[in-house]
């Protein structure tokens, strides 16, 4: 049974920046194709889809609220993905989730919908100060 591990969480300054890491262990894959999707739940919101990948990184996807500042990627043939995340707002706070798609096919766009991912890593958790 495979899992994923998600990391690097911890507590920062509003500009700063941080990077995640999501591992997937246990099982290698027996299909082509699958996507990482990286979400988060602030305190008191709905978890929120805020970044994915395709498992070779052709193709990424971003919430608004963070394009421009996160960057997703890809390594070790998509059993790792980096979620780097730049200028930091105290808005950002809340429990990162790493998760998996593993009905994505491309061409398609790697879906943001919490509801199209079946595993999911634990949380880790991400504090901005101000």
């Known amino acids: 049974q495979f899992r994923l591990v998600a990391s690097g969480g911890g507590l920062v300054q509003s500009g700063e920046s941080l990077t995640l890491s999501c591992t997937i262990s246990?099982?290698?894959?027996?299909?082509?194709?699958?996507?990482i999707g990286w979400f988060r739940r602030a305190p008191g919101k709905e978890r929120e889809g805020i970044a994915s990948?395709?498992?070779?990184?052709?193709?990424?996807n971003y919430v608004d609220s963070v394009k421009g500042r996160f960057i997703v990627s890809t390594d070790n043939g998509g059993y790792k993905s980096s979620l780097r995340m730049n200028s930091l707002k105290p808005e950002d706070t809340a429990v990162y989730y790493c998760?998996?798609?593993?009905?994505?096919?491309?061409?398609?766009?790697?879906?943001?919908?919490?509801?199209?991912?079946?595993?999911w890593g634990q949380g880790t958790q991400v504090t901005v100060s101000s």
């Open positions: 246990g099982y290698t894959f027996d299909f082509d194709y699958w996507a």
């Open positions: 998760a998996l798609d593993k009905d994505y096919l491309l061409p398609g766009s790697p879906h943001l919908d919490p509801r199209e991912y079946a595993v």
């Open positions: 990948i395709s498992n070779k990184g052709e193709l990424t």
